[in-house]
């Protein structure tokens, strides 16, 4: 079965220290992956996606991913976080044989950035 | 472009009564998600339409939801009769192609809650 995984309900982190948010999946060939972030009362909005190339894919607000496909894991990364920062935040994949943009999420991560 | 629309954005109703959850895709996008988002199941895809056309209904959950697209610029999604474990968030997004590399953008969602 196709699924992503995300093994932190919630990462805290100080501000201005580097955040990462953990992402593995288990799709059948290689997959297209995302990042999306929902902020209160608000829709999810996309922060990037790894399509192919470079392993480490740049995104909005500051936000980079490592793709691992020996490790089938879509790390989200930020070398200094924001207050601002905290949300909730999606991993999601894209089976490239889904035959349209199918999205698979996984559970979510609550970041938390304390002053 | 003023994103995704939808309406309601929170709708409290009684069990049995019917309820009709409004979206306006992005201009120009061709594809159309809805999505129910709960605690316990996280984000589900419930049906997904490609020009105006339902093309994937199987996360639809039983028969009592239907939803349609009468035109590029407007989508419903109805429950009849509602019951108490409909109470979720429904998110509508869109996107511009329907291919797997492609981002989705979302609405702000439409809290539900059924009494």
């Known amino acids: 079965a196709q699924s992503v995984a995300q093994p932190e309900d919630q990462v805290n982190v100080a501000e201005g220290n580097p955040l990462t948010v953990k992402c593995t999946y288990s799709v059948s060939g290689n997959p297209y992956l995302f990042w999306y972030v929902q902020y209160p009362n608000r829709g999810l909005q996309f922060l990037l996606k790894?399509?192919?190339?470079?392993?480490l894919v740049k995104g909005s607000y500051g936000f980079e991913a490592e793709f691992n496909k020996s490790q089938t894991s879509f790390h989200l990364k930020k070398p200094s976080a924001l207050v601002s920062d905290s949300a909730l935040y999606f991993c999601a994949v894209s089976p490239q044989a889904g035959g349209y943009n199918k999205l698979i999420f996984g559970a979510g991560t609550r970041l938390a950035v304390h002053p | 472009d003023a994103g995704v629309i939808q309406s309601p954005r929170h709708e409290v109703t009684e069990m049995g009564q019917e309820v009709t959850l409004r979206c306006k895709p992005i201009s120009g996008h061709d594809y159309l998600f809805w999505y129910r988002q709960t605690m316990m199941r996280g984000l589900e895809l419930l049906i997904y339409?490609?020009?105006?056309?339902?093309?994937?209904d199987s996360g639809m959950p039983e028969d009592r939801f239907s939803a349609k697209m009468p035109n590029a610029s407007f989508s419903t999604l109805k429950i009849q009769p509602s019951e108490p474990r409909d109470s979720a968030v429904y998110f509508c997004a869109s996107s511009l192609t329907g291919g797997e590399e492609s981002e989705q953008f979302f609405g702000p969602g439409t809290r539900l809650t059924v009494l």
């Open positions: 339409f490609n020009n105006n056309v339902p093309i994937d």
């Open positions: 790894y399509i192919t190339g470079d392993n």
